[in-house]
């Protein structure tokens, strides 16, 4: 049988590759000859030829969007979401053979599809949405989820625009226009973005979670209880409902992640300017007016003396919008200056932020000087409270703490440290990229302000586990795996390399009791032999990359058998728990 795969998807990264990659071997599993056009923005699209479409017997579209659909017309045409593909991709072509439907070449534009496809409700509720998605590192979650959303409002008939504010910045901006159009706003963050611009709408908040793995539900709910946020916007008690409260006025946890973004970029600059400063040799940077000093002097006297002061900052900005600014960044720098570090970091941000939010709310003025206060009123009160707490209260405690914990893991035995090690690689590999995984995460980065650097490498080391683990185990186990899923497993282990945690993401959905708990005793192996060997990291990202870097990471061999023995522990053990697929039939289709 000849058929035709268009893949697409909204940003042109992850789906329509994901697609691709379930559908061909499965195809080719069914005997079943398969052409594909694969719409990406990493890489020009190749038309298909005019002899592949006349031979045609049956055409599946997977994305949003069916470019020159007109071509297509009087060819037998089934339009899916990528969440109907990946569960069980031989299944899924045999119901687009049996439910496809001849297309006449009216229900599309020249190059995209506001039609619904079959079983969906009816186009006369389809609602205009307008989305968002973050998450802290802006890798992996902030782009899946975007994909995930538009895929399942179409497939619910709604029009889905999502706008990714990843680690590169914000990326497919929704205009004036569209948000003006929207009847529906779903910010679906794990930080704190701005959201004056959707002033007067609708506005429904969740996860980044729960947008990837729920996003059919996640419409669904948005469409039913998102509320106007703005001033006027209240309930019967005369606040804000409690779903709006939850993500936004109780969010202590996504707060503290909000500051950790912003603080990431300054963390692997850095830490990266240090690493180069040893390639001249470890005490080079120490003679004057050499390049090694200069490096030295931009990456540890600059990027990370602002660690600290951004950490606070944007923490109190998540709390209290721009006002929190300026008094978070001065308690940060205290903190910094006082020696309380990333903890005292972390509870000037909060301080900060929650005194310019009770000053915003509850210091009333005389309208004639009501201007004054953003630029005078809380400025000069937030900073003037948050630096006296900070310098007579929390600064010298805080700053023994610290001191301790430091001195504590510098010179901690080789079984502290190995238990130490386990337990934030076994966390890292609890949730894949969940609230547990970055809890362990943040806290190697805090520490990296502190010049702490051995927690770090072992969170990153096993962090790479899991992705890397089911790459390893769909080769080493062919036969209990369908051949999609190998396919999936390449792609696994690519991005396990990168220090892509989600790569795992697809395995654990369909096999969580045997997948997680795999994963995490390579983990927390993978975490454990990487303290024992004293390895240190110097950049929080990146992953086998950063080996490129002399000195980024050390010592190198040791580092990477530490991720190699809990990767094939991962892999080998899931391979031994992994019930076998049965091997797909053959179908031959008649048209």
């Known amino acids: 049988m000849n058929v035709i795969l268009i893949s697409t998807c909204p940003n042109g990264t992850a789906t329509s590759y994901l697609a691709v990659e379930r559908l061909k071997p499965a195809a080719e599993a069914l005997n079943w000859h398969i052409d594909v056009e694969l719409h990406s923005s990493l890489a020009k699209v190749e038309p298909l030829s005019a002899s592949a479409i006349k ?194 006025e109780k969010g202590v946890y996504k707060h503290l992640l909000t500051g950790v973004s912003f603080m990431l970029p300054m963390v692997v600059a850095g830490g990266l300017l240090i690493a180069l400063s040893f390639v001249f040799g470890i005490k080079a940077f120490e003679e004057e007016g050499t390049l090694a000093a200069a490096l030295m002097q931009i990456g540890g006297g600059t990027a990370f003396k602002l660690m600290v002061p951004v950490l606070a900052g944007y923490i109190a900005y998540s709390i209290a919008d721009r006002p929190g600014i300026a008094p978070g960044m001065i308690g940060g720098l205290l903190a910094a200056d006082l020696g309380a570090g990333f903890i005292g970091g972390i509870l000037a941000g909060f301080l900060a932020g929650y005194t310019a939010k009770a000053i915003v709310r509850y210091v009333k003025l005389p309208p004639s000087v009501e201007s004054l206060k953003p630029i005078l009123i809380i400025p000069l009160l937030a900073s003037l409270v948050t630096g006296l707490v900070m310098i007579y209260i929390v600064g010298t405690p805080v700053a023994g703490i610290l001191s301790t914990l430091t001195a504590f893991l510098k010179s901690m035995g080789s079984t502290n440290a190995v238990l130490l090690g386990a337990l934030l690689g076994a966390m890292m590999c609890f949730d894949l990229g969940g609230p547990v995984n970055k809890a362990a995460y943040t806290f190697g980065v ?117 991720i190699v023995a809990g990767s094939v522990v991962t892999g080998l053990g899931y391979a031994a728990l992994k019930r076998s697929e049965a091997a797909p039939m053959a179908v031959t289709v008649n048209s």
């Open 55 to 248: 031979d045609a017997e049956l055409v599946i579209a997977v994305g949003e969007q069916i470019p020159d659909a007109g071509r297509f017309a009087g060819k037998r045409l089934y339009r899916a979401s990528l969440q109907e593909v990946l569960p069980e991709p031989e299944a899924f072509l045999q119901r687009a053979s049996r439910e496809a439907e001849v297309f006449t070449g009216d229900a599309f534009s020249g190059d995209a599809s506001p039609a619904v496809a079959k079983g969906s409700q009816d186009t006369d509720s389809k609602l205009n949405i307008v989305a968002v998605t973050a998450c802290p590192t802006g890798v992996a979650h902030t782009f899946m989820a975007a994909e995930a959303l538009a895929e399942a409002g179409r497939s619910l008939g709604h029009k889905v625009r999502v706008e990714t504010q990843g680690s590169v910045g914000a990326q497919d901006q929704l205009s004036d226009a569209e948000i003006t159009a929207a009847d529906l706003v779903i910010l679906a963050c794990d930080i704190e973005v701005n959201a004056d611009r959707f002033a007067g709408k609708r506005i429904y908040r969740t996860s980044t979670g729960n947008a990837l793995k729920k996003s059919r539900q996640t419409i669904e709910a948005a469409a039913a209880e998102a509320q106007v946020e703005d001033a006027g916007a209240t309930d019967q008690a005369g606040g804000r409902s409690e779903a709006a409260k939850s993500f936004k």
């Open 446 to 562: 805090g520490l990296l302000a502190s010049e702490t650097y051995a927690p770090m490498a072992a969170i990153m080391a096993a962090g790479m586990v899991p992705a890397i683990g089911m790459g390893i185990a769909t080769f080493v186990a062919r036969s209990k795996f369908a051949v999609a899923e190998r396919e999936a497993g390449k792609a696994s282990f690519v991005l396990g390399l990168c220090f892509i945690t989600e790569g795992a993401i697809p395995f654990a959905a369909k096999d969580p009791l045997r997948v997680i708990p795999a994963s995490m005793l390579g983990g927390a192996l993978t975490g454990a032999l990487s303290m024992l060997f004293g390895a240190q990291l110097m950049a929080p990202h990146g992953g086998i990359f950063v080996l490129l870097i002399p000195h980024a990471i050390t010592p190198v061999v040791w580092y990477l058998l530490a």
